[in-house]
């Protein structure tokens, strides 16, 4: 259960996230095996926010779980292997992070993994649909843009849709941004932070550096490169990992950031927001969006929408909405089609 008690003042994560109050979540974690569920499993372990972590993969969480049950934190972890296990692994989950399914190689686009990876998100959220329909899901599989969409059609199939409480993790976009633009501007990294629009892939990651805290200036073109660099970011580190994955550190970083905000904001801290992809109404006809998000004990508290865009950022915006409306589409047809 989620309940209020004092802050340690001795906790890694607290200290990096400045987080101000304490929960004893359960949590789940599904593909604890891979390059993110590992770290990020870590990461939840060392977490004060997270009393109890499961860890479900198809292979290899034994031994994962034993090492991680060896840290002398809270957490008590408990591995789980193979779909004759899920349900156990899901059940009392307050927050479901998925990780499983493949990364890319040089080439390809996160589109290109769809064909793989939305029926294991399919398959993974039915059962968190049948065993903890009221957790938050917080989605991290690629493509985001269609594995949310693919989340929240079975959730309604299941009769168990709540759109306030489906995310795409998309942290690490906004984590990127304050990196770079804090390198640019010689300013202390944790200063700074700006909202990350859209979707998450290519033209749909649309950073709104006219928001950025501290309020930073460039010329166009520093800001065009800038955008650019934001926008193919996750390219960047997989031409670098040469075909051994995508961003597996970054990604856990984030999503552990994301999952602590959630937690605190679940158990009654105020002023969460967060940037993530949710159902939403906030540009005509895209029905699923990412934008800065009040957190609350239900989930989205508030959608705070995209505010104020300069001209160049109103320009990305548009080229955004083909793309996100066609993953989208593919997303919920996929779910559709799996019906027949
Ligand atoms: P990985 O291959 O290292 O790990 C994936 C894990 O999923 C493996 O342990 C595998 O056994 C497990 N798995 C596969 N099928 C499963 C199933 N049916 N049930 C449970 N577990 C299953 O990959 P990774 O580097 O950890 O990346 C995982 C996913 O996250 C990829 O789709 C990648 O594109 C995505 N990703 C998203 C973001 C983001 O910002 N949202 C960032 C980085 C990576
Ligand atoms: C990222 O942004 O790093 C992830 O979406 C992984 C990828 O394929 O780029």
């Known amino acids: 259960m989620l309940s209020r008690v004092a802050r340690p003042t001795s906790c890694l994560l607290s200290r990096a996230f400045s987080t101000t109050l304490q929960t004893n979540s359960n949590v789940a974690v599904l593909g604890a095996s891979g390059g993110i569920g590992q770290p990020l499993s870590l990461l939840l372990k060392m ?12 292979a290899h969480t034994p031994g994962v779980a034993a090492d991680l049950s060896h840290i002398s934190t809270k957490a ?10 899920l349900d156990d692994c899901l059940k009392g989950a307050e927050v479901v992070l998925i990780p499983a399914g493949v990364p890319r190689k040089p080439g390809m686009t996160r589109d290109d993994l769809f064909n793989t990876n939305a029926s294991i998100v399919r398959d993974l959220v039915r059962a968190c649909a049948k065993t903890c329909p009221k957790a938050m899901i917080c989605v991290i599989t690629n493509p985001v843009n269609s594995t ?7 959730m309604k199939e299941e009769g168990v849709y709540d759109p306030k409480r489906i995310f795409g993790v998309t ?3 906004a984590v990127r941004a304050s990196t770079f633009i804090a ?7 944790k200063s ?3 909202p990350i629009i859209g979707g998450h892939s290519g033209v749909t990651i649309v950073p709104l550096i006219s928001q950025c805290t501290p309020p930073v200036s460039f010329p166009q073109d520093t800001r065009e490169k ?3 660099r934001i926008q193919n970011a996750g390219t960047e580190v997989v031409e ?9 550190l970054s990604m856990a970083y984030a999503a552990a950031k994301f999952a602590e905000n959630l937690m605190e904001a679940m158990g009654g801290a105020d002023n969460k927001v967060e940037c993530a992809f949710v159902r939403s109404d906030v540009i005509d006809g895209v029905t699923y969006f990412a934008n800065p998000l009040l957190l609350g004990e239900n989930g989205v508290e508030q959608n705070l929408g995209a505010g104020k865009l300069i001209d160049y950022e109103k320009k990305l915006v548009d080229e955004a909405v083909g793309e996100l409306k066609a993953n989208i589409k593919k997303g919920e047809e996929f779910v559709t089609a799996s019906k027949k």
């Open 148 to 154: 949310v969409p693919i989340a929240s059609e079975v």
């Open 171 to 173: 942290t690490l976009d």
């Open 76 to 85: 008590q972890v408990k591995g789980f292997l193979g779909p004759e296990q």
């Open 183 to 189: 390198e640019a501007k010689d300013l202390h990294v």
């Open 240 to 248: 670098a990992k040469a075909g051994a994955g995508s961003a597996t």
């Open 226 to 228: 800038l955008t650019v």
């Open 47 to 58: 977490s004060p926010f997270v009393s109890r972590l499961n860890l479900y993969d198809i």
């Open 192 to 194: 700074v932070s700006l």
